[in-house]
Antibody
């Protein structure tokens, strides 16, 4: 059974940093493109970025609002995805989901999602 | 990359059919076949309902169907049921990103 379990969310001050983790199991992690998607309270889904399946680490793509502040990485040995968030702003407050397009790598059609972890950025 | 455009809300009575539109551009919806739809109930993670414009993943009811014409994709739900009440999001692959629609709240009257 595919499982994606996020952790690391919490309350942080503006300008601060936080690292989220996503523990993956039930599939061949090193083949998968892994993504982060967020959802601000009461708002819609927003794609954050992804890391491709090319070792080591894999090339990354980011959405414009987080480029230069967020870094996505992966550890294939522990099947864990990371999201390092720096220079946090109040508008980064959201539930952060780990998601993957296992049926078609790189398609952006996310057939598996974690349960999400809440990040709250306050001033 | 701008979000795809969806109506904020739609409604229908049990047994009826409804359609939700998703309008993008020739750089996303109009140019790629990777257009998908998600259902999200309150407090839950999104669930993939349609991929590749028209494909239904295993386990998704055949009451859900997708289509696309030009830069606009559509999700149709037939035989509305109370459990269909949820938020629905479209998304599209682009050259190097993924873009979502703003979401549509479906109310089953």
């Amino acid at each position: 059974e595919v499982q994606l379990v996020e952790s690391g969310g919490g309350l942080v001050k503006t300008g601060g940093s936080l690292r989220l983790s996503c523990a993956a199991s039930g599939f061949t992690f090193n083949n998968a493109w892994m993504n982060w998607v967020r959802q601000a309270p009461g708002k819609g889904l927003e794609w954050v970025g992804r890391v491709k399946n090319i070792a080591p680490g894999g090339p990354t793509d980011y959405a414009a609002p987080v480029k230069g502040r967020f870094t996505i990485s992966r550890d294939d040995s522990t099947t864990t995805l990371y999201l390092q968030m720096n220079s946090l702003k109040t508008e980064d407050t959201a539930v952060y989901y780990c998601a993957s397009d296992l049926a078609k790598y790189g398609s952006g059609e996310f057939d598996y999602w974690g349960q999400g972890t809440l990040v709250t950025v306050s001033s | 990359q701008s979000a795809l455009t969806q109506p904020a809300s739609v409604s229908g009575s049990p047994g009826q059919s409804i359609a939700i539109s998703c309008t993008g551009t020739s750089s996303d919806v109009g140019d790629f076949r990777y257009v998908s739809w998600y259902q999200q109930h309150p407090g839950k993670a999104p669930k993939l309902m349609i991929s590749d414009v028209t494909y239904r993943p295993s386990g998704v009811s055949d009451r859900f169907s997708g289509s696309k014409s030009g830069n606009t994709a559509s999700l149709t739900i037939s035989g509305l049921q109370a459990e269909d009440e949820a938020d629905y999001y479209c998304s599209s692959y682009t050259a190097s990103t993924v873009v979502f629609g703003g979401g549509t709240k479906l109310t089953v009257l």
